[in-house]
């Protein structure tokens, strides 16, 4: 049901009935609304503006780091980006410093209460469900953790994160490394 405010008559209030579960936001209603008026009754215009879209450099780097991986045998996972506290502090030996994660004010489920600050929980979790399965296990993730970070409007800073675990009879650091220097594993940028 919509009806129009009588101080501002470009604003339309539109109550929801319950057995619409699929409107979730106004997009959803103004779908609706050019169903009700016909698509083809919408008259065709060009946009005010031009743009031209590309991938951020972080995401272009990160799909070919995927498409390496990839190519390499491994498997790439897709972990939630919530875990529980103890997944993202205790079960990794880490202490919670209150000024790293952030942490959800109302979480539902003990299993979804901090927002990662590591990659490493979530492939160990898709690790231990798949146990199951023959050796050697060759699973990675290429995503975001997010970190508090008060200087920011948002109070959180994402950053890319990659990790890989090989899980076999016998040890194999050797997949996972390749070349080092004293301040330990890096990407570096080809000549």
Known sequence: ??????????????????????????????EDVAIA?????IPKTLPSSATI???LPINKLSDLIRKELALAGWTEVLPLIL??????????????????AVKL???????????????????LKTVRE???????????????????DDSLERRSRNKRHVCAIYCSKVSGFEF????????????????
């Open 105 to 123: 004010a109302n979480p539902k489920t003990f299993e979804y209460q901090v927002v990662r600050t590591s990659l490493l929980p979530g492939v």
């Open 53 to 55: 879209g590309k991938a």
């Open 37 to 41: 008026y016909g698509f083809n009754n």
């Open 83 to 100: 875990c529980s506290h103890d997944e993202n502090f205790a079960y990794l030996n880490k202490k919670d410093d209150n000024a790293t």
């Open 1 to 30: 049901m919509a009806k129009i405010e009588s101080d501002d008559a470009e604003e339309i209030l539109v109550d929801v009935p319950p057995t619409r579960a699929d409107i979730l936001h106004a997009c959803d209603i103004m």
């Open 176 to 191: 996972i490394a390749s070349s080092s220097d004293e301040n330990g594993y890096f990407i570096k940028e080809s000549d």
């Open 130 to 148: 798949n146990k199951k399965h023959p050796l050697p296990i060759k699973v990675f993730d290429v995503s975001d953790v997010v970190f508090k």
